[in-house]
């Protein structure tokens, strides 16, 4: 990967970074449902115009069931992450709902049957052993905040499934179709769920939320979406995904100099562990499995 295409990818990890300071502040004006379903409203109609002005194939919607499946993993994962950060730290929430990648190697490992490595398995003890150090730190603490956790390790688990789902059963399907199918969704599902469930006194309409919103739609979401995409397409896969694991960092950095949060020795020691279990985990190559080669020169 060449020096630009790192920074890049820095700038796309520190976006991902950033939703979860932004989602915060704007939890405080705003319920976590109907944060979502704006959010997610902008961002299909900017995604769709996006798609609009640029040629793609016609996309066959006899896979509508595939759709399905993945936008309610989807909705999922905005529905416990926005919960998560509305009752946890946003340093906390970022680091935990970054596990993902480690969730993703556990579910394949367990759908598969494939073996996991020995150095793999280190990277996963590696990193249970610092979310068990982040709660650990908390005990004691507000009740609300382990619970806050908790939904952020749901929302990470939803992810990883989500992460598979579209990798597999979703492989035919066009990226952009995909995308403003769980975008839209999402949007409409979440939208229910604030209407039934949450009082409109609860929205506190201020130009920050404003700003918020849209930054959360455009900038946390639209742009790391379409710069991810064309990394993907000019470096390698697990080059790329390897940068992921400063998001963490970067997260708990933003959340100690813009929200003035409290970072305590065993807690950044946790999200150090995580992130290097996130590093060991995702550059270690997959081991295929007996018969992979036939299957593949059979296709």
């Given at each position: 990967m060449t020096r630009g295409y790192a920074a890049l990818t820095v700038f796309i990890c520190t976006l991902w970074a950033s939703?979860?300071?932004?989602?915060?502040l704007c939890l405080a004006e705003a319920p976590p449902f109907g944060l979502a379903s704006i959010?997610?409203?902008?961002?299909?109609?900017?995604?769709?115009?996006?798609?609009?002005?640029?040629?793609?194939?016609?996309?066959?919607?006899?896979?509508?069931p595939i759709l399905m499946i993945a936008t309610a993993l989807f909705c999922s994962l905005l529905a416990f992450t926005h919960l998560g950060f509305k009752l946890t730290s946003a340093a906390t929430g970022i680091v935990l709902l970054n596990t993902t990648p480690l969730f993703v190697a556990v579910v394949?490992?367990?759908?598969?049957?494939?073996p996991i490595s020995i150095a793999k398995a280190f990277g996963l003890v590696l990193a249970f052993i610092g979310v068990v150090t982040i709660f650990a730190d908390r005990v004691g603490g507000i009740g609300e905040s382990v619970t806050g956790d908790a939904f952020m390790l749901v929302a990470a688990i939803s992810w990883s499934f989500q992460i598979l789902w579209t990798k597999q059963a979703a492989r035919g399907v066009d990226a952009g179709m995909l995308t403003l199918a769980q975008f839209t969704g999402a949007a409409l599902v979440l939208g229910v769920l604030t209407v039934t469930t949450e009082a409109p006194t609860l929205w506190h309409l201020?130009?920050?939320?404003?700003?918020?919103?849209?930054?959360?739609?455009?900038?946390?979401?639209?742009?790391p979406w379409l710069l991810w995409a064309y990394v993907l397409k000019n470096a390698a896969a697990s080059t790329a995904s390897a940068y992921i694991f400063s998001v963490p960092l970067i997260g708990v950095a933003m959340s100690w100099l813009l929200l003035g949060e409290h970072v305590s020795p065993p807690f950044l020691a946790g999200a150090l562990l995580v992130s290097l279990g996130i590093v060991v985990v995702s550059r270690i190559k997959q081991v295929p499995r007996p018969g992979a080669h036939r299957e593949a020169g059979a296709d």
């Open positions: 939703v979860g300071i932004v989602t915060k959010r997610m409203l902008i961002a299909a109609l900017a995604l769709w115009f996006w798609i609009r002005i640029r040629p793609h194939e016609r996309q066959d919607w006899s896979c509508w394949a490992f367990a759908a598969s049957r494939e201020t130009p920050r939320l404003a700003a918020g919103i849209v930054y959360l739609a455009i900038a946390g979401t639209v742009v």
